[in-house]
């Protein structure tokens, strides 16, 4: 009974407002007031302040952009409530946008002050916005439509594209903590968001791109190829188009001793024959795989040259190994440097023959 009547206490206490429980519960408020903010930027501005903008999310009516700059992100969401005509909700952001400045000076506050409001969550999406601003780049979309719609559409179509993987705040933070480096997908500041591979993050702070083919073997190496595309040559010279469906990776370290001297990145790739030879041979099928196989390797070799150059492990390949061979495992994790460790790319390939061809 005691338990029972300290719990009704307590409801009573937050429902009348007192001063101690103050902030836990919003205030009440009509739906019409409000302004449902879904995409959220975060700016370097100066030496000192930051610059946030904040953008709802339909397309089906004019969407309204405000910003506004403050030393701390929290001070600048503040701020923005003056900016709008409605009461601006920040519980319903679901896209983080970083520009490359403030990115190249460091994440982390930007990444704690999701972790901390009680309003924002860690399934947001994360994006860094290459050669321009997270205000230009949500501005620019919202000329014709919003960033929030371009933003989902190209979360949406990553399997199709094979154009860039989601990631969420949750997925760098941990990374970050666990192997002091991570990845998140870059947009261009233009009205489409346009994919432009992925930012490194290096101990909090922007370190380089990985653009390209290197885009494309981060992709392979964590199995994100739903819809890749790669044309080669049979050997009768015709142009052949093999669609990527699958792609599983293995990291096997390498010893000299007790020493760790480098990693094995091994892919088995799948693909189906999609345009070209209608009725392969074996001799064919099997220089096709062999092809496909160098394709693929030569890619995640070029991701991996990132991580040595970089000296980064932003792919995550210490802890791959550590899985592989958990009685390593404090040697493995025992420090993040890629700089001194030879990294090779390996793949293998296995091509079936699409139903047109099997008739």
Known sequence: ??????????????????????????????????????????????????????SGG?????????????????????????EGSSYLYFGHVTQLLLGEGLARRGVMASLDYVLRDVEMRLETALYLVRDGTAARAIGAAAADGSATDRLEALADDAGLTAGSMPRTVKDVLAELDRQGASFLPAVLPDSGLTAAGYGILKDGALVGWAEGDAALGVNLIFGRVDADVVEVTALDGTRTALRVVGAATSVKPVWQGDTLTGLKVHCQVEANLAEGTAMPDEATLTALEEELACTEAGRMAQA????????????????????????????????????????????????????????
């Open 304 to 359: 991996l040259e990132l991580s040595r150059t970089l000296d980064a492990d932003y792919l995550g390949l210490r802890h791959s190994a550590a899985f592989r061979t958990p009685w390593r495992k404090e040697a493995l994790l025992g420090e993040n440097g890629m700089a001194g460790l030879t990294l090779e790319a390996t793949a293998q390939a296995a091509i079936q023959r699409s139903y047109h061809a099997d008739g």
């Open 1 to 54: 009974m005691k338990r029972v009547g300290l719990l009704v206490l307590t409801l009573m206490l937050l429902l009348t407002g007192c001063r101690r429980y103050a902030g836990i519960l919003p205030y009440a408020r009509e739906i019409e007031d409000m302004e449902l903010i879904r995409t959220l930027g975060v700016d370097q501005a100066g030496e000192d302040e930051v610059a946030v903008t904040a």
């Open 58 to 82: 339909s397309s089906q009516e004019e969407t309204e952009v405000v910003s506004s700059r403050a030393g701390t992100i929290s001070a600048a969401v503040l701020a923005l409530q003056g």
